[in-house]
């Protein structure tokens, strides 16, 4: 069974930085896909950015040019880099991680962007 587990979240001021991890508790090669949704309070989840081993980065519209996706092979994690963060970004970030069978996910990292 695939456990993922992330940290790095918190409250941050609008305009500041925040840097997820998802520590995978097996090899990340065996993913064929990896990434982020987000749910923010009344809302449905919304997926953030992908990373596709040899395929493609991909990120939302809403944080393309903000975030940035990565992943350390040798470590089994994967990061989210936040920047130029702003309240519409205050959500309960999911890190996911797709086999050819199945999709696991983490138990969520808050963020929050409030003055």
């Known amino acids: 069974q695939v456990q993922l587990v992330e940290s790095g979240g918190g409250l941050v001021e609008p305009g500041g930085s925040l840097r997820l991890s998802c520590a995978a508790s097996?090899?990340?090669?065996?993913?064929?896909?990896m990434g982020w949704y987000r749910q923010a309070p009344g809302k449905e989840r919304e997926w953030v950015a992908g990373?596709?081993?040899?395929?493609?980065?991909r990120y939302a519209d809403s944080t393309k040019g903000r975030f940035t996706i990565s992943r350390d092979s040798a470590k089994n994690t994967l990061y989210l880099q936040m920047n130029n963060l702003k309240p519409e970004d205050t959500a309960l970030y999911y890190c996911?991680?797709?086999?050819?069978?199945?999709?696991?996910w983490g138990h969520g990292a808050r963020v929050t962007v409030s003055s």
């Open positions: 097996g090899s990340i090669f065996s993913f064929v896909d």
């Open positions: 990373i596709a081993p040899g395929i493609s980065i």
């Open positions: 996911y991680a797709k086999t050819s069978k199945n999709t696991y």
